[in-house]
């Protein structure tokens, strides 16, 4: 079982310099071997990762030797990453797969980040040691107690972080025997087959007041000024406060139900195509439906449990759980599933979370 910790870094600034030079020299690594790679496709020849740092080490000596003042790791994961951007590109391709060529990365817009290699770093208690660098404060312990693989540096918010990757033993969970269905949406995040509803707290439309202000505060500072930058960085960190509030409460709902149920029935989501509504997509973005199911479905597979989609077009919602009747119409404003052939009146999202978990259950056995 592999699993990552990811923690704030308190660094000097000196070792603030350090970080921008790793996270610079990895950036301008990527971008020669990138186009080094375009160049030599277009001639007929057949780049790889692995001959392009070759190259590159053969030369870094006296046309790059400032690579020098940082750890080699910055440079042997930009090549990494361009090799996994083609790979990617290349088998999106052979499946028909929307994956986008690999771009130039440009300081200020790009993933500020460089890999570390787990012989190149340790750590112990709140102390990251790094090379070429020393003792880095971390805000807290690693939580995890395994082999360290690996590590990520990287910059969000203004805030230096640590990812650090950890393998851990297997531990044995026995699951649960109780199935559920779960119904996802907007109006309720999820709402469960046994009546238990989790509410969509909405974290962007809650600070949405807040966003337009500093939204408006950055376009009004002049380009290149000083307090663009402070604007721009006040924005940046309300970001990520959205995304923690999100991320919190999905990581929490999704470790209730993985904890407490071994067989779950969920919807195959069409979320993309979701996405092109123009009067949803703002909700669906703040709901992060998508990522949801994404960590429900890995959880409850760690538990040993069984996760089971219905096909996308099931219609859970038009079906009566009492009786199968399906209504030929039912519009999103209707919260109340009314059944015209055994009078059943039902919440309309219960009445669909225990459709989906029949028809999972169903799905279970024919397999």
């Known amino acids: 079982m592999i699993r990552a910790h990811k923690i704030r870094l308190n660094p000097t600034l ?23 790679w375009i160049r030599q496709y277009e001639a007929g020849e057949k780049p790889s990762a692995m001959s392009l740092k070759k190259q590159f080490n053969a030369i870094k000596g006296e046309q790059f030797p400032w690579v020098y003042d940082v750890t080699k790791c910055a440079v042997e994961g930009a090549f990494v990453d361009v090799g996994t951007a083609f790979k990617n590109f290349f088998e999106g391709l052979k499946k028909k797969r929307k994956v986008g ?112 202000r500093l939204n408006k505060s950055l376009s009004r500072k002049q380009k290149g000024s000083v307090n663009r930058d402070k604007a721009k960085l006040k924005l940046a960190r309300l970001h990520y406060r959205i995304a923690c509030i999100r991320e919190d409460i999905l990581h929490k709902m999704t470790t209730k139900i993985a904890n407490n149920y071994g067989f779950v029935g969920i919807e195959s989501l069409n979320v993309k195509g979701m996405m092109g509504n123009p009067k949803l997509a703002q909700a669906l973005n703040d709901a992060a439906l998508g990522r949801m199911l994404e960590l429900l479905g890995s959880k409850v597979l760690t538990n040993n449990g069984v996760v089971l989609s219905v096909g996308r077009f099931y219609p859970s919602s038009k079906t009566c759980s009492g009786c199968g009747c399906v209504l030929q119409e039912l519009s999103l404003s209707e919260r109340e599933f009314v059944c015209p052939a055994c009078s059943l009146v039902l919440d309309r999202d219960l009445n669909a979370s225990i459709n989906i978990l029949k028809e999972a259950l169903r799905l279970a056995s024919v397999s």
Request: aromatic letters at 12%; hydrophobic letters at 40%; a positive charge.
């Open 101 to 212: 060529y690999p771009k130039f990365k440009k300081k200020g817009k790009a993933n500020e980040s460089f890999y570390l290699a787990n012989d190149k770093f340790s750590v112990s208690g709140h102390t990251i040691h790094i090379p070429k660098l020393g003792d880095v404060d971390m805000t807290e312990r690693l939580r995890f107690d395994g082999k360290i693989l690996s590590a990520t540096v990287s910059l969000r918010a203004g805030w230096w972080w640590v990812s650090i990757t950890v393998c851990l033993p297997d531990k044995a969970h026995l699951p649960s025997h109780q199935a559920v269905g779960v119904d996802v949406g907007i109006k309720r995040l999820a709402t469960l087959s046994d009546g238990t509803v989790f509410e969509n707290q909405k974290p962007l439309h809650g600070l949405m007041s807040k966003l337009k």
């Open 14 to 36: 000196e070792q603030q310099v350090y970080f921008g030079k790793a996270t610079g020299t990895r950036r301008f690594v990527f971008n020669w071997a990138l186009s080094e």
